[in-house]
């Protein structure tokens, strides 16, 4: 690969995610979707300090490389919470399990690579967190999706446009991930699949926000009330699971 092709795959998401905040803020979406907008403003940064500090063979890159992917791989997480659970399916946001678990869940994997980011010899607590924050998220994305089929819930265009993108991104991150278990011959062919996917990612949201979204006003089919009902089962059954204690011999 040469390294002209290489440098416009690995820096050529950051032109593209200038264009795509400067559309949020253009189209007044950023009310829309705050924390998508923060995940395209943290993975500007981002690329602007890896940018400055690159050095294939500098540790400093290297660890800095990965912490700052550990945040890249929080606000996504929380950009795909946003967006199915704040606006596509509101409903769900009045079950506090459901409300709660996506939050909890990227402030608990937070403070468990705190330790590392400091101690950079564990760096591998960090790696591990943005592998769990990716099964979650393909998991979520998987879950809602398949809840819009069977709902009949219809997609407005800029909601298609963030999930497609974050979609590719997950399925390219547990490919890679899975890779790492077999031969260096395909470890070698899915090194630059993330990079790859983010920049495809990236255009998708770039083509998505060009033009204003047309809202379409017919009627689409809401959560039913049973669909809540068992939510809230399961949220009371974990609480019960939770707070239970054994009783005396």
Known sequence: MSVIFRGIITWGSMPMLVGVATLLVWRKSVRQFVYFFYYVIIGELTGVVRLCL??????????TYWITDLLVAIAAFLATYELFVRRLFPRFYTVQFYRYLFPTAATVIVFLAAPAALELNQLRIIIRAIHVLGVLQVAVLVFFVSLMVFMGRRWERYEFGIALGLGIQ???????SASWTQGPRIRAITTELPVV???IACLI??????KPERHSYAATVPVSPEVLQEAKKWEETLKGSLTKKKDPD
């Open 205 to 210: 949201w770039l083509i998505t926000f060009l």
């Open 54 to 63: 690159h050095d294939r063979y500098s540790r400093i890159y290297y660890y």
């Open 170 to 176: 997950s399925a390219a991150l547990l490919l890679t």
């Open 197 to 199: 996917s983010y920049d």
